[in-house]
């Protein structure tokens, strides 16, 4: 939730999974009476009980508002475009989506006649709807908003600004579920740019686009463009975070994955022993995020005899497929205590131990380390026979 009135940029982190947050259109254009006072009761009372989580009375709240903004300005006044904006906000962040659109279009539809189709007001309203047409994956339409709001912050803000950096942002990831993948990468970089010439180069949103922008280079199979941008991503968190940090340790494993799918072996296998070293530093030891490591240390481990299978000594060979074995079998041994741990909670009332995702994520990791486990058992197999 944010504390008063939400921009654009901050808008549209609920595209993305952040925190969600009530948008307030709020501007000196307005001109504030009795009802004004009424008005902002309402919302800041809505909104305060929206972040209790006691929807019904924020949902009347808001609707409050609504009717005493139209009462007391007028069916088509700015106030009643601002308490729409913030009903349909309420609805967007509940994803009744449907009622959260037509509050939308008729927000934008007073703002138009009130300050003109090319006011920032409206682009800011039109962002929103873009954000509700996303979350729907109602791609044309959000793409239409997108553009439209990008051309007003454009004229309005210029286009060095972060808040036009966002919406553009936004534009990429909807051309990328389009398919559009050229076009996305092209217009996710060049918001990177404008947030690293305003000195936000550092900043988490920028990191968090960064991370996009490499996940869909690898995407395209783009991988040396993507290590680029992982090795940028991971020089700014070693200085500003330090290499003990988990942050730092996610972002080189991501580098040392992508490193081994470009067949850079040694150095994918230099950063993950690095990362376990951080993980189990900062981690407890039976952490899912040190079994995920496991499973990556061992299929380099196989990886690299693979590769060299004809000529390795079948001693040093040996070795490394027990290595490899030993690692997938820490993997397994935590993934699977935490399965355990997870059917024991179920026994008990009101248990929250172990969450959803943690079953979900030691599955798949579970899944990965058998399926090593398995090669590991085919290649050793293999060298009996040459034996």
């Not at 061992?298 to 690692?327: C, F, G, P």
Request: charged residues 30%; contains cysteine; proline residues 2%.
């Amino acid at each position: 939730m944010q504390e008063d009135s939400v921009s654009p940029a901050a808008a549209s982190e609920h595209a993305e999974g952040n925190a969600p947050g009530l948008q307030r259109i709020e501007d000196g254009s307005v001109v504030s009476n009795e009802h004004t006072v009424k008005w902002r009761i309402y919302t800041d009372n809505g909104r305060e009980f929206f972040q209790k989580r006691q929807l019904d009375e924020a949902e009347k709240l808001f609707q409050a508002a609504l009717l005493e903004a139209k009462e007391g300005f007028g069916l088509r006044d700015p106030h009643v475009a601002s308490a729409l904006n913030n009903l349909a906000e309420f609805y967007r962040l509940k994803k009744e989506y449907e009622k959260a659109e037509l509050l939308y279009l008729e927000a934008i539809e007073i703002l138009e006649e009130s300050f003109g189709s090319d006011d920032i007001r409206v682009g800011t309203a039109v962002h929103s709807l873009g954000i509700c047409y996303h979350l729907q994956l109602k791609l044309a339409q959000a793409q239409t908003c997108y553009e439209r709001a990008l051309k007003i912050e454009g004229r309005v803000m210029g286009i060095g600004h972060p808040e036009y950096a966002g919406t553009m942002y936004l534009l990429a990831k909807v051309l990328s579920l389009q398919g559009k993948r050229k076009n996305a990468e092209c217009l996710a970089e060049e918001s990177i740019r404008i947030l690293e010439e305003a000195g936000l180069g550092d900043s988490p949103t920028c990191i968090q686009r960064m991370k996009y922008l490499s996940r869909e280079l690898i995407k395209s199979k783009r991988f040396a463009d993507a290590e680029i941008w992982q090795r940028k991503i991971l020089h700014v968190l070693e200085l500003s975070k330090g290499w003990d940090s988990l942050d730092t340790a996610i972002a080189a494993e991501l580098l040392s994955l992508n490193l081994e799918a470009m067949d850079k072996l040694k150095e994918s296998e230099e950063l993950l022993e690095r990362c376990l070293a951080v993980k189990k530093k900062v981690l407890p030891e039976d952490h899912l995020q040190v079994a995920l490591t496991l499973v990556h240390l061992a299929r380099i481990t196989l990886h690299k005899v693979l590769n060299d299978l004809e000529n390795a000594n079948s001693d040093v060979t040996a070795y490394y497929l027990a290595k490899a074995k030993q690692l997938s079998n820490d993997s397994i041994r935590i993934a699977e205590g935490k399965l355990n741990c997870s059917r024991k909670d179920q026994n008990k009332i009101n248990s929250t131990s172990t969450t959803d995702t943690d079953k979900i994520a030691a599955t798949a990791i579970l899944l990965q380390a058998l399926n090593v486990f398995g090669f590991i058992d085919v290649t050793a197999k293999r060298l009996l026979g040459q034996g």
